[in-house]
């Protein structure tokens, strides 16, 4: 297994530890749930009642006589005298109502009673009236009137004791482990004034939160941990009353203490939460449900009424805003308390009740491990935008099942934990990735950087230059450089030390190329080679591929100078610079390819590398080069040379120096008797005058570029090179004579 795979398993092992690690995480987070994660679940868990509300169902024997305006202006302020309270409880029974609960407090005696009255001190001798008027009591009035009807009272839980406990009517059959030790608290209930509290039917809390609670009403309690054990609420007490029932039965967990699971009264069963609360299914509040309470006291006639009335639970309640009993509800509704009670009965008799149980909880937290794995597996092979688009599809899926699970089942899957928690576990490994990737591309670029001039590099990141496979067209210069004494270096070094001094080397010219501009193509043994214009355009791409090349001379002068190279030969390269057109890519297959370029120029390029041998020069380029070099390099004619699969000789030039050199007096003095030579030559002078000319070409050369006296030396036995006018076969002839004579 090469480094890289070991370096990117392991790397995609520690992606997924990381995402392993916020996964559980989140599974804390959840177990914990705090306060934003609640209320964000809460108000998803109103978004899902307001997109889909339950309807109304007018045929429901649930009415609620609404104490109104119009009844406060027709029949006084309230608390009304205990006295209009029993008429309308007496109206209510002659009407046939089932059950008739008030949501509203009797805890102080009447203010109105005549033996009230009677006996403040303030009146005494104002009025004056019989023995027995004395002993009339509105309460007692009241008491009488609703012990003839199933009447139920309701008490309101409170913090300070005032009067004796409450003791509820109904009884309480527990099943299980204690359920009602995990009930909500009530220290006190408020009391009822007496006698109505004996002769009552039925006693309930009117509380739809516990004590303090304020905002919207989502869960209502069914029974209370009273002081004197539990007591119902007033919407289940009143069912209970109205069923005939005398027993209300509390079902709880069989292996641990304190956990509600449901309560039934009447074959009605209601799943609970675990501290006995019931979630509300709202409906949107409508008239069709309320009569108003002056209708009722009038005593109408009107047949609807008595139909609306006969066989219904009647819940009186109060809307007037002055008797600050209004409640928001999840539909975002603002109703009387009396509403929500009524609507706790309606989903009762329907039995179309929200529920939410620890199960659900739990796969709400296997959906967001899931929608975590699915997240973590697919960014750490295909990345983020593959990841984000997985992750979204199994969004849709969650969010899908919720909604069909409420729709279908009323049952509360909450989505925004598994949501939230899946796109904050993204972007979080998301930002991981992102510097996972921005190291391994700093390493990339490190890397690249041998191969490329990093301006190259700043260039194509600034302008996204893609990598495909495949190439293009285009004009290229190519250098081809080779180390002359190899194979005498490598004779009297081990391998070790071999590749030592060839890594130096190569990082010594290497450099050069990278400083003009160059891409470093590949290292070939003891050769490099390296072209210019691609992957970003160069636009003196030929005079920087020189410019390297001188640079690479002098570089190679400092390296022979150095330690490394200490009781060694000195190197010497041999350079070859061609410009034309290649095809410039990544070549190869889909899977592994290289960035190259495959033409002509390539190989005119190896053969100008390998002419340096004949030419007896470090540096040989083309006539491309030449041309575009002509006010920028200082290049000297070597004639016309074979080279490899090319028909006909190619003339080539040996670089000098760079436009310093060019514009040097020596070097312009040099050219000019550099072209009397190869005039003489062309023109077949003598050979001792060739011979002269050479001789103060050299003298000339010394001081300019001390190679270039191998070169005019070579160059006596090359002079067939410089005669265009021979014939090819001739030519050929003419060149092997004069080498073996130089032999």
């Not at 309640?317 to 009387?336: K, M, N």
């Not at 003009?516 to 070939?524: A, C």
Request: charged share 20%.
């Amino acid at each position: 297994m090469s480094e890289k795979t070991r370096k990117t398993k392991s790397g995609r092992w520690a992606f997924r530890l990381v995402g392993l690690v916020l996964i559980l995480f989140g599974c804390f987070i959840r177990a914990v749930d705090p306060y934003p994660v609640r209320m964000t679940r809460l108000v998803y868990f109103d978004v899902l009642q307001r997109l889909s509300p339950r309807e109304f169902n007018p045929d429901l024997p649930i009415r609620v006589v609404d104490i109104d305006e119009d009844a406060l202006a027709n029949w006084g302020q309230w608390p009304w005298p205990r006295t209009l309270v029993a008429q309308m409880v007496k109206n209510l029974g002659d009407y046939g109502a089932a059950a008739i609960a008030f949501d509203m407090l009797f805890a102080e005696p009447d203010r109105y009673s005549p033996s009230r009255l009677l006996n403040d001190p303030s009146l005494k001798g104002i009025l004056t009236v019989e023995h027995h008027a004395q002993k009339l009591d509105n309460d007692v009035l009241l008491g009488m009137e609703i012990a003839y009807w199933p009447v139920v009272l309701g008490a309101a839980a409170r913090l300070s004791q005032e009067g004796k406990n409450i003791t509820p009517k109904a009884g309480i059959v527990e099943f299980g482990e204690n359920p009602a030790e995990g009930l909500i608290s009530v220290p006190h209930w408020t009391p009822i004034a007496p006698p109505l509290d004996r002769t009552a039917a039925g006693i309930g809390g009117v509380n739809v939160s516990p004590i303090g609670g304020t905002g919207i009403v989502r869960r209502v309690p069914v029974l209370w941990d009273g002081p004197d054990g539990p007591m119902p609420g007033l919407a289940i007490e009143s069912l209970r009353v109205a069923l005939g029932e005398t027993t209300i039965f509390a079902e709880g967990a069989s292996d641990q203490a304190g956990i509600m699971l449901a309560v039934e009264v009447g074959g009605y069963r209601m799943p609970t939460t675990e501290n006995g609360e019931l979630w509300l299914k709202y409906r949107r509040d409508t008239p069709d449900l309320y009569i108003s309470a002056n209708d009722v006291m009038a005593g109408s006639t009107d047949p609807s009424l008595r139909a609306e009335i006969e066989g219904s639970i009647i819940l009186v309640g109060t809307s007037a805003a002055g008797l600050f009993d209004i409640h928001q509800t999840a539909l975002g509704e603002s109703v009387p308390g009396v509403s929500i009670h009524a609507q706790m009965i309606e989903q009762v008799l329907t039995q179309e009740m929200l529920s939410r149980s620890d199960v659900t909880a739990a796969q709400e937290l296997l959906a967001f491990a899931l929608l975590g794995l699915v997240v973590i597996a697919v960014m750490s092979i295909f990345g983020a935008v593959a990841s984000f688009i997985a992750g979204g599809i199994a969004a849709a899926a969650v969010l899908t099942i919720s909604w069909l699970v409420f729709q279908n089942q009323s049952v509360l899957f909450d989505a925004t934990f598994p949501l939230i928690g899946g796109m904050v576990n993204f972007g979080l490994l998301a930002g991981y990735l992102f510097i996972s990737t921005e190291r391994e591309k700093r390493e990339i670029r490190k890397v690249f950087s041998h191969y490329v001039a990093p301006e190259i590099l700043n260039e194509m990141e600034s302008t996204g230059h893609q990598l495909q496979l495949g190439g293009e067209t285009q004009e290229i210069t190519v250098m081809f450089s080779d180390i002359r004494g190899f194979t005498s270096l490598s004779e009297t070094a081990s391998a070790s030390e071999l590749v030592s001094v060839l890594n130096a080397l190569f990082s010594k010219i290497g450099d050069q190329v990278l400083r003009e501009r160059g891409t470093i193509d590949k290292f070939i043994g003891d050769a490099i080679m390296a072209f210019w214009n691609a992957p970003i355009p160069v636009a003196d791409h030929p005079c920087r591929a020189a410019f390297a090349a001188l640079k690479m001379r002098s570089a190679l002068e400092e390296f022979n100078a150095s330690s490394i190279m200490r009781n060694r030969q000195p190197i010497a390269l041999a350079t070859g610079i061609a410009t034309g057109q290649a095809c410039v890519g990544n070549i190869g297959s889909e899977k592994r390819f290289n960035y190259t370029v495959i033409g002509d120029v390539v190989n005119v390029s190896a053969r100008l590398e390998q002419s340096c041998r004949a030419v007896d020069y470090d540096i040989v380029v083309s006539n491309g080069v030449s041309r575009a070099g002509q006010a920028d390099l200082a290049l000297l004619e070597a004639g016309r040379v074979d080279l490899k699969g090319k028909a006909n000789p190619e003339p080539v030039f040996v670089l000098v120096g760079d436009q310093s050199v060019l514009k040097a007096r020596a070097f312009q003095d040099l050219t000019s008797l550099h072209s009397e030579l190869i005039s003489a030559i062309k023109s077949r002078l003598p050979q001792g005058r060739i011979e002269e000319l050479c001789r103060r070409c050299e003298d000339l050369a010394e001081d300019i570029e001390p190679g270039l006296r191998r070169f005019y030396r070579a160059l006596l036995g090359r002079t067939a090179d410089f005669r265009s006018d021979m014939p090819s076969g001739q030519l050929m002839f003419t060149r092997y004579n004069q080498r073996v004579g130089a032999e």
